[in-house]
């Protein structure tokens, strides 16, 4: 005996829409926190690099040999060009973090528009039953009085 209709949240594909929005704020974040890893990873080898070429340079002006004026600024310049590089790698890794703190805001915000509808959608489920056994109920009595009414007369 079936008193009332089955449970059909209204909402169900703005609720599915969200929950897809969030996966892909999900996967956006990932691929946010991969970039910032491999930028990250870059700037380690930039700084190593950096580190050798001017462990080189002290070690080439250190010696008693003598160096020439051309070799001087030649390695100078190669020294500030790997600062640039780092500079330019820093700059890369903090837009890096920027996206990732964005990403991760993103996802925060679709997960509180996805748990809102799956907390609406528990409620309707919850209210349905309830009214569903209400009426259930209420058929349940309505058959114990006419059977009632019946072996009475």
């Not at 903090?94 to 959608?121: I, Q, T």
Request: net charge neutral.
């Amino acid at each position: 005996m079936s008193t009332g209709s089955s449970f059909r949240f209204r909402l169900e594909r703005v609720r599915a829409l969200r929950e897809r929005r969030e996966d892909l704020a999900r996967q956006e974040l990932a691929k946010a926190v991969s970039r910032l890893s491999g930028s990250q990873s870059r700037l380690d080898a930039v700084d190593a690099n950096l580190e050798r070429v001017l462990a080189d340079q002290r070690l080439a002006t250190s010696t008693s040999t003598t160096v020439d004026a051309e070799e001087l600024r030649a390695r100078q310049a190669f020294v500030e060009r790997i600062e640039a590089q780092r500079v330019s790698e820093t700059l890369e890794l903090r837009r890096r973090e920027s996206d990732v703190a964005e990403r991760n805001s993103e996802l925060g915000e679709a997960a509180r528009e996805h748990r809102m509808l799956e907390r609406l959608k528990e409620r309707q489920h919850a209210e349905h039953d309830r009214e569903t056994g209400r009426l259930e109920s209420i058929a349940l009595d309505e058959i114990a009085i006419d059977r009632f009414r019946r072996s009475a007369a």
